[in-house]
């Protein structure tokens, strides 16, 4: 099963794909794609969706894992942050991809072994379970951190939901 | 110049088309754009952007006309609204529209005349200015709205940028 985690953000978006088999989680690609400040938002929109569009395209991920937000540190932040992660989430079902989305302390649990966990620890456990030295940037690591929680938590899920 | 004024909701997003010529602004055709409560918020998100492209579609306008937000009651309310506005902008920027954007109390200030305005009395402007005795709802008023202060505001911008 291949995964796309991606973590928008008003200037830059990670995107982290894993393949997962049986309890193994391998490495694929990461990256950011940024938006450049002096854009109109619409325009960065359009070049996230179509940045996004290329990516599922190339890779066919069989679905995709996101994390739920719930607040942000101010109103206009969350605003902003609001339409790309609405554009990402559009793109996403227009391409058929199922979304899985976690709380945020989910992931940092499922990665870091606890619920409140830094950057760093994100980054450095990423690289631990994928088996990957790579500089990973910070955002890159959260996209990444999404696919590895949705790897481990989606058998659990099955067998939950009776599929196992 | 045929206008499409359009204010977005989380639940409800409006919409107003207007064709304005010399000094008159007539009504075309308002409604609303409802989203089931029940449903995904990515599904929600592929409605709006499938309804929105298929009034651009059908009716061709030159333009669009959106209210500008800076803040929201809250946070999550802002996240919410932000994905469903990134999604309207994404589709206008996506079929060409130029998308003219104005702080909400310039939008009152040209319906009403002043910044501070009841729900009421833009839509009893907005009846009065469109020669229009409908009974609009607030969301297709607060779109009709938009369209109207793009109307009357549209030739002093030019004439300003030294267009007119």
Redesign the interface.
């Known amino acids: 099963m291949k995964i796309l985690g991606i973590d928008p953000g008003s200037r830059v978006t990670g995107y982290g794909l894993v393949e997962h088999h049986g309890n193994s989680t391998r490495y694929l690609d990461s990256g950011c794609i940024r938006l450049p400040d002096k854009w109109?938002?619409?325009?960065k929109?359009?070049q996230i969706?179509n940045e996004l569009g290329a990516l599922i395209e190339n890779n066919r991920p069989d679905c995709a894992s996101i994390e739920q937000?719930?607040?942000?540190?101010?109103?206009?932040s969350?605003?902003?942050?609001?339409?790309?992660?609405?554009?990402i989430?559009?793109k996403?079902?227009?391409t058929g991809l199922p979304?899985h989305e976690y709380p945020p302390l989910q992931v940092k649990q499922a990665v870091v072994g606890v619920g409140r966990a830094t950057k760093d620890q994100v980054i450095h456990m990423v690289q631990i379970l994928l088996n990957k030295r790579q500089d990973f940037k910070e955002d890159e690591a959260d996209a990444l951190a999404s696919a590895i929680t949705h790897a481990h938590l989606h058998p659990t899920l099955e067998r939950m939901q009776g599929k196992g």
Chains 1, 2 share one sequence.
């Open positions: 109109k938002l619409a325009d929109l359009v969706s937000i719930f607040f942000a540190h101010n109103a206009r969350a605003l902003i942050l609001g339409h790309v992660r609405g554009v989430l559009l996403m079902a227009e979304i």
